[in-house]
């Protein structure tokens, strides 16, 4: 169950990532409200997930999620490149948060 709340933290953290993007500065109201639920939302996950998970694996992990997320879906969303040096960076940031699970006691 730790992994679960870990990986919906993780999807939580991409939310408040490309929120910020869409509040241009929290200028906007409603942008910067979902974004602060969502920041708050990832860090309580985190949180609770920390309780059975140990801190260095759980934070690697939540922080690679968002990273591998946000990337993927700047990609998506806003046309940024998806060169291969950069697919090849996210594909290695994925394959540490795989290996942090399967190493996991």
Known sequence: MPWIVLVVAGLFEVGWAIGLKYT???SRFWPSVATVVAMVV???L???AMRSLPVGTAYAVW???GAVGTVVLG???FHE???AAR???VAMILGG????KLTHA
């Open 24 to 26: 241009e500065g929290f």
């Open 81 to 83: 490149p998806a060169t």
């Open 97 to 100: 948060i795989v290996g942090l």
């Open 63 to 65: 922080t690679g999620i």
């Open 46 to 48: 985190l949180g609770w």
């Open 87 to 89: 697919l090849l960076c």
């Open 75 to 77: 990609i998506v969303l």
């Open 42 to 44: 990832s860090v309580v």
